[in-house]
């Protein structure tokens, strides 16, 4: 079950282009600047979320084009096709709307047919940026298996945000009103909690099970930033009202939550290891959870320019371990060179200027 084909309309610097009879592996080569990146962008788009780069969406639509976008793939699911697409209207340019077999459809429902995962050069400083990337990594993990949990964070979102502007008001907040908005910061809030502790067990589990080498193996906890429990959290937040007050925003519950990193072996802070131990750790994790997701659920792992930054050995090692998983692979790269262990079993284009041209 995977991704047959995909096509971009005014993406990017894509006018239009198709990938049609798309295999296990996808090889898009093409110098730098070619568009191969944003084919990637466009797939991360067929799931919920602001997609791979998180870019506003009016960066998206092409230079010179309508003003819109669209991205479509025809999803293989057994002996049937499952037609995906998002689109962005040039008459409402500030709204990405889906599509599933035709009819319109929430953008959380785009989570149910399809898990999106991805690795990116930008996220080589996944450990030692702040924790709001991390916080982000993580929720793309929980969100591939549970779509669900998008639900629960855009409801998070718009009451964190409602409390911290009642809490930056000079005048004191009716107490009802901000219990009412602490009640639902704490339902939404407990259930992000009680998925994002879920998912770093499992996938702490799975991880004991992997060696040592050719990949770091990481160590991982998580500080939730508040309970699990939504009546303890909601007590917590009424609690908390003073200092929050004083800060002029809330300063405990999940949108506080890290994901704590360590490199096995070592006990070392991720964020202190070599470049290289890091970019191994985050395979490790991403390979890890490919490997929880079940197996009647299509996944699609986008990895952008990884080979070029593994040596021979890790790189072979990379390409085994996506073989024995169940996701269909994407990947980018300048050259040919990298590629040449699955060359031979993968559908390969090659990427100018934003035109496509199949070689394999």
């Not at 009680?194 to 998580?222: K, T």
Request: with cysteine.
């Amino acid at each position: 079950m995977a991704l047959a084909s995909l096509t971009l309309s005014d993406f990017r610097n894509h006018a239009h282009s198709e990938f049609a009879d798309a295999r296990r592996f996808n090889l898009l080569l093409g110098e730098n600047g070619a568009g191969k990146t944003n084919a990637l962008e466009a797939i991360s788009l067929l799931s919920p979320g602001r997609g791979m780069r998180r870019a506003a969406l009016g960066e998206m639509a092409r230079d010179g084009g309508t003003g819109g976008l669209a991205v479509g793939a025809d999803l293989r699911v057994g002996d049937d096709i499952v037609r995906l697409g998002t689109r962005i209207d040039p008459a409402r340019p500030g709204r990405r709307t889906a599509r599933i077999n035709g009819a319109d459809a929430p953008l959380a429902r785009l989570g149910e047919w399809l898990g999106v995962l991805w690795l990116t050069p930008a996220m080589d400083r996944l450990f030692t940026e702040s924790p709001g990337g991390r916080r982000r990594f993580l929720d793309r993990l929980v969100l591939a298996l549970e779509p669900g949990h998008a639900h629960h964070a855009t409801r998070y979102e718009t009451a964190l945000r409602e409390r911290n502007r009642l809490l930056a008001d000079d005048a004191l907040p009716d107490p009802v009103w901000m219990a009412g908005i602490e009640a639902q910061l704490a339902e939404h809030g407990a259930a992000m909690n009680f998925s994002r502790a879920a998912l770093v067990g499992r996938l702490s589990r799975a991880l004991a099970q992997l060696p040592e080498e050719p990949f770091a193996r990481p160590d991982i906890a998580l500080d939730q930033g508040g309970s699990d429990d939504a009546d303890a959290l909601r007590e917590a937040l009424a609690a908390h009202r003073p200092r929050d007050r004083s800060a002029g925003r809330t300063l405990i519950g999940p949108h506080r939550a890290d994901l704590l990193v360590h490199m096995a072996g070592k006990d070392r802070p991720a964020g202190d290891c070599s470049t290289g131990e890091q970019k191994a750790m985050l395979i490790a994790l991403v390979l890890a959870h490919a490997g929880l997701m079940p197996k009647d659920r299509p996944l699609v792992l986008l990895l952008d320019e990884v080979a070029a930054h593994l040596d021979p050995e890790r790189r072979a090692a990379l390409f085994d371990r996506l073989r024995d998983g169940q996701a269909q692979v994407w990947l980018t790269g300048t050259e040919r060179a990298p590629f040449a262990e699955i060359e031979a079993e993968a559908a390969r284009w090659d990427v100018s200027a934003g035109s496509v041209e199949r070689r394999s």
